[in-house]
């Protein structure tokens, strides 16, 4: 029946502060590993020193005037574009075959936004204190107190955005002369615009809108569903066990011990809220499975924590599958790979993988490719010689100038002209084209139909690569 009155819902709804509880624990532990780790790979790498002779000494620079990525000892052209599509693709399968084994993993210790996000609480918990100070500082009146120590907390994560944005420019560039150019005002206008839009998103994205990111803006929890299957392992509340036949209820007097809460048919949940209070993304994992959860295990280590209290098993909540929690008497989980949906994904995950460091670590120096030109496909000249030209393309994928011979073989010496190229030099990264011509006598172009163009850096003998090519001549089918 019609009231008269529509709710209203609005198009964005503001946004109601989480302020977690830190918690201890072997998911905490993981976390924080998995953090200083990836802290240190990517705000060290650019200030790890390489030797190199024509670049800056830095391990990991990304060369974008010189059309190439150092990595290491490693240098990528943009004609190995074919890694960076394997890569991708190799990551992309990877997501899949670990959400189809443990869920949103990635999501809760692998994701930027997690680990930014994480960093960006624990400076907040340094600054204004542990959850019950953050809220009765959100909650009192303006005063010096929370000038100074939510100003504090902001400077501090715009400290940590700048650096971020700064170290990102620092795999463009030789990062000590960026600093110093930097701060002089000589920094190419790039380095301020890269350092200062990756400040603002930033500090945006990890200190004000945090957990919306996972929820309104990543699409990876909107689409997981459909790689979740009941064998799947995810963080789960065990509602059979903790609310028992009466639902959950505190552990007062008369209902602490475990055979008490039993007999009177209350579960093994003392509702004691610290799994909502430990959680990044706010949600109650006691509501069930949600595409918000992050699956970051924090609720496991917090409800741990209060069994080991109260003397009640762990694993109230656990990560386990639907499958397990509806069997009659759940079994110890484990991840269950056996799928075919599961083995598919790691058996291309292994084959791209394979072809990919197969292919990294078996390419040459240099590439090159020989074409014959076709309009004519040859010449008689007035002695009735027959000519045809040839067209040599080199690429130099090696980290230094290189100086290539060219030579043929299965004709006679003087046979090849090379015109006023009798070698080619090609710069790092760059290309070289020479044009080559083949003149024989009737008789002996009558007998050779293919022979050998074979291009020789200079000193590296164990190099050469040869190409057949094709030798046209009057009367022979194209």
Same mark, same amino acid.
């Given at each position: 029946?019609?009231?008269?009155?529509?709710?209203?819902?609005?198009?964005?709804?503001?946004?109601?502060?989480?302020?977690?509880?830190?918690?201890?624990?072997?998911?905490?532990?993981?976390?924080?590993?998995?953090?200083?780790?990836?802290?240190?790979?990517?705000?060290?790498?650019?200030?790890?020193?390489?030797?190199?002779?024509?670049?800056?000494?830095?391990?990991?620079?990304?060369?974008?005037?010189?059309?190439?990525?150092?990595?290491?000892?490693?240098?990528?052209?943009?004609?190995?574009?074919?890694?960076?599509?394997?890569?991708?693709?190799?990551?992309?399968?990877?997501?899949?075959?670990?959400?189809?084994?443990?869920?949103?993993?990635?999501?809760?210790?692998?994701?930027?936004?997690?680990?930014?996000?994480?960093?960006?609480?624990?400076?907040?918990?340094?600054?204004?204190?542990?959850?019950?100070?953050?809220?009765?500082?959100?909650?009192?009146?303006?005063?010096?107190?929370?000038?100074?120590?939510?100003?504090?907390?902001?400077?501090?994560?715009?400290?940590?955005? @700048?650096? &971020? *944005?700064?170290?990102? !420019? #620092?795999?463009?560039?030789? %990062?000590?002369? =960026?600093? /110093?150019? @930097?701060? &002089? *005002?000589?920094?190419? !206008? #790039?380095?301020?615009?890269? %350092?200062?839009? =990756?400040? /603002?998103?930033?500090?945006?994205?990890?200190?004000?809108?945090?957990?919306?990111?996972?929820?309104?803006?990543?699409?990876?929890?909107?689409?997981?569903?459909?790689?979740?299957?009941?064998?799947?392992?995810?963080?789960?509340?065990?509602?059979?066990?903790?609310?028992?036949?009466?639902?959950?209820?505190?552990?007062?007097?008369?209902?602490?011990?475990?055979?008490?809460?039993?007999?009177?048919?209350?579960?093994?949940?003392?509702?004691?809220?610290?799994?909502?209070?430990?959680?990044?993304?706010?949600?109650?994992?006691?509501?069930?499975?949600?595409?918000?959860?992050?699956?970051?295990?924090?609720?496991?280590?917090?409800?741990?924590?209060?069994?080991?209290?109260?003397?009640?098993?762990?694993?109230?909540?656990?990560?386990?599958?639907?499958?397990?929690?509806?069997?009659?008497?759940?079994?110890?989980?484990?991840?269950?790979?056996?799928?075919?949906?599961?083995?598919?994904?790691?058996?291309?995950?292994?084959?791209?993988?394979?072809?990919?460091?197969?292919?990294?670590?078996?390419?040459?120096?240099?590439?090159?490719?020989?074409?014959?030109?076709?309009?004519?496909?040859?010449?008689?000249?007035?002695?009735?010689?027959?000519?045809?030209?040839?067209?040599?393309?080199?690429?130099?994928?090696?980290?230094?100038?290189?100086?290539?011979?060219?030579?043929?073989?299965?004709?006679?010496?003087?046979?090849?002209?090379?015109?006023?190229?009798?070698?080619?030099?090609?710069?790092?990264?760059?290309?070289?084209?020479?044009?080559?011509?083949?003149?024989?006598?009737?008789?002996?172009?009558?007998?050779?139909?293919?022979?050998?163009?074979?291009?020789?850096?200079?000193?590296?003998?164990?190099?050469?690569?040869?190409?057949?090519?094709?030798?046209?001549?009057?009367?022979?089918?194209?």
């Amino acid at each position: 029946m019609q009231t008269g009155l529509e709710e209203q819902v609005a198009l964005y709804q503001k946004r109601i502060p989480i302020f977690t509880r830190s918690v201890k624990g072997r998911f905490r532990r993981f976390k924080t590993s998995v953090l200083v780790f990836a802290y240190a790979m990517f705000f060290l790498l650019p200030w790890l020193p390489w030797a190199r002779s024509d670049a800056p000494s830095q391990a990991v620079l990304f060369d974008l005037p010189g059309r190439r990525f150092l990595i290491f000892g490693l240098t990528v052209y943009p004609q190995d574009v074919l890694w960076l599509a394997l890569l991708l693709f190799i990551a992309a399968i990877l997501l899949f075959f670990v959400t189809g084994l443990v869920g949103r993993a990635f999501c809760g210790y692998f994701c930027f936004q997690t680990l930014w996000t994480d960093f960006f609480i624990w400076i907040e918990q340094k600054i204004q204190g542990e959850r019950p100070a953050r809220i009765r500082l959100y909650r009192q009146p303006w005063d010096r107190e929370k000038v100074l120590k939510v100003g504090g907390t902001h400077f501090a994560w715009l400290l940590a955005s @700048f650096w &971020t *944005g700064m170290t990102f !420019a #620092a795999y463009f560039a030789y %990062a000590p002369q =960026l600093v /110093v150019d @930097f701060v &002089t *005002g000589q920094a190419a !206008a #790039a380095a301020y615009i890269t %350092a200062g839009v =990756l400040t /603002v998103s930033t500090y945006a994205a990890a200190g004000l809108m945090r957990e919306q990111i996972c929820t309104y803006v990543c699409p990876y929890g909107r689409f997981q569903s459909v790689m979740y299957e009941a064998d799947t392992l995810a963080v789960h509340y065990d509602a059979r066990r903790g609310e028992g036949a009466h639902g959950r209820a505190s552990a007062r007097a008369g209902q602490r011990a475990l055979a008490e809460r039993h007999e009177k048919g209350l579960g093994d949940c003392v509702d004691c809220g610290l799994c909502v209070q430990v959680c990044p993304t706010g949600i109650d994992i006691r509501d069930g499975l949600q595409y918000k959860c992050i699956s970051c295990g924090l609720c496991i280590d917090a409800c741990n924590t209060i069994m080991d209290s109260f003397g009640y098993p762990r694993g109230l909540i656990r990560y386990d599958s639907e499958k397990n929690l509806a069997a009659a008497v759940p079994a110890k989980p484990r991840v269950e790979w056996k799928r075919l949906k599961t083995i598919g994904y790691g058996v291309a995950l292994i084959l791209m993988t394979s072809f990919l460091v197969y292919s990294v670590s078996t390419r040459g120096s240099y590439d090159r490719t020989v074409n014959q030109i076709r309009l004519p496909l040859y010449v008689v000249l007035s002695n009735g010689d027959i000519r045809n030209r040839y067209q040599i393309h080199i690429t130099n994928k090696a980290g230094q100038e290189q100086t290539y011979v060219i030579s043929a073989r299965g004709v006679p010496a003087g046979a090849l002209d090379l015109g006023s190229f009798q070698e080619i030099t090609v710069k790092p990264g760059h290309s070289g084209t020479v044009l080559a011509s083949v003149r024989l006598s009737p008789e002996l172009a009558a007998r050779t139909k293919h022979f050998e163009l074979i291009i020789t850096p200079r000193g590296k003998p164990a190099e050469a690569r040869s190409e057949t090519v094709r030798f046209d001549s009057p009367g022979r089918p194209t």
